[in-house]
């Protein structure tokens, strides 16, 4: 157990809608990092976020938007839904902005039907 | 631009085999970390290795161990008596000390076969 929390572990919904997908990193780590991960892909790093503040941005579509909460709970948000967002959704968190470790969730994955 | 290499797709050995996997990476920081992860077909991301850029010494846990040539730029991880358990896809990752981004590699495939 990597300490960290994503919810929903699975999600299926349709082309156009919104989903949101959240992540408690481990207690104490102030930096949680989104990575998309599409069949069989690699892990394509989306943005990441310190002790609330945005502070690196990837390849984030403009239809995706996160934030991080005072609590440093992390939402990643997906608006209108293709097929080719269909993806696995890790959420990863370290203890600083820019050393460490990276503890992994265990994934959201999200089907676009 | 910060970019990490695996040019090996997939690799198969036999059990109780040695098996080396290469990444090699371009970064314009001296400080910086590298990471193998694995990833078994649970999806899980597991650390298998890490190692400081700063340490002339390369890193081992247990069976696994790195070559890391820092002029080279090169990080490769060694998993010596290979395991079924061993079989997963491997990521390698550069994590700079300067940049904010993390970039892993584009992931190899090890099979372990009995």
């Known amino acids: 157990d990597s300490g960290v929390t994503q919810t929903p572990k699975h999600l299926i919904t349709a082309t156009g809608q919104r989903v949101t997908l959240r992540c408690s990193p481990r207690?104490?780590?102030?930096?949680v990092y989104w990575y998309q991960q599409s069949l069989d892909q690699g892990l394509q790093f989306l943005i990441q976020y310190y002790n609330g503040e945005e502070r690196a941005k990837g390849n984030i579509l403009e239809r995706f938007s996160a934030q991080q909460f005072p609590d440093l709970h992390s939402e990643l948000n997906l608006s209108s839904l293709e097929l080719g967002d269909s993806a696995l959704y890790f959420c990863a968190s370290s203890e600083g902005s820019n050393t460490g470790e990276l503890f992994f969730g265990e994934g959201s994955r999200l089907t676009v039907l | 631009a910060q970019t990490v290499t695996q040019s090996q797709p997939e690799m198969s050995v036999q059990e109780a085999e040695t098996v080396t996997l290469s990444c090699t990476y371009d970064?314009?920081?001296?400080?910086?970390?590298l990471f193998w992860y694995k990833q078994p077909p649970s999806r899980q991301m597991i650390l298998v290795i890490r190692q400081e850029a700063y340490k002339q010494q390369n890193a081992t846990e247990n069976r696994f161990s790195v070559n890391f040539q820092k002029a080279a730029k090169s990080f490769s991880l060694k998993i010596s008596d290979s395991q079924l358990g061993d079989t997963a896809m491997y990521f390698c990752?550069?994590?700079?000390?300067?940049?904010?981004?993390?970039?892993f590699g584009q992931g190899t495939r090890l099979t372990i076969n009995p």
């Open positions: 970064t314009s920081e001296n400080n910086y970390y």
């Open positions: 990752l550069i994590h700079e000390q300067g940049a904010q981004k993390l970039v």
């Open positions: 207690s104490g780590d102030l930096s």
